[in-house]
């Protein structure tokens, strides 16, 4: 799948204009943010913000920027999963969360060294996953979706627990972010 078909299903599924009380982040148009948009450029209403600057902004900032394009060569459903992770999370936690999973799979470090949990996607994460890939078949990368959908998971949970006003989005975040 193309970073445009999953930009394009991202924004139909984060929907147009919204403003939610309960959101932190406030109000958002296609899932920007209006800090977002601004940290990008873009100075209008986000009431107005076009989908194609939106789009923009997912391919460079979530896409691009993180690395996920280099993870997409090599496993596109983990890139497409760490995509919308990213968005929903942001790109650090996305990153994290594969950090994390690779080295709880790493068989104590028989098939590869333990990464350090930095959030970036550098020359270690790919050996990491490439070893991992090598090690595993086909079915790795699935087994590291569902990781990545398992922490997820716990920290939607995790944030309904800590902020009651996070209840009004729990079921919506499981039911559409996890596979």
Do not use: C
């Amino acid at each position: 799948m193309s970073i445009h078909t999953l930009i394009d299903d991202l924004i139909d599924r984060e929907g147009d204009y919204v403003d939610h009380p309960a959101d932190r982040g406030g109000a958002t148009r296609w899932g920007i943010t209006t800090a977002v948009a601004r940290a990008n450029g873009y100075h209008g209403a986000i009431r107005t913000l076009p989908r194609a600057v939106a789009a923009a902004i997912y391919e460079s900032v979530y896409w691009r920027q993180p690395g996920l394009d280099r993870i997409a060569t090599r496993a596109p459903a983990l890139a497409a999963e760490l995509f919308d992770t990213g968005v929903n999370m942001g790109t650090a936690t996305a990153i994290l969360f594969l950090q994390r999973a690779l080295n709880a799979l790493n068989r104590g470090q028989s098939d590869y060294p333990d990464l350090a949990l930095d959030a970036a996607i550098g020359a270690r994460t790919l050996a990491a996953l490439d070893a991992f890939l090598a090690r595993r078949g086909g079915a790795g990368e699935g087994v590291l979706v569902k990781a990545v959908d398992a922490l997820q998971g716990e920290r939607y949970l995790s944030l309904a627990e800590r902020r009651p006003a996070n209840e009004a989005f729990l079921y919506g975040w499981l039911a559409g972010r996890i596979a």
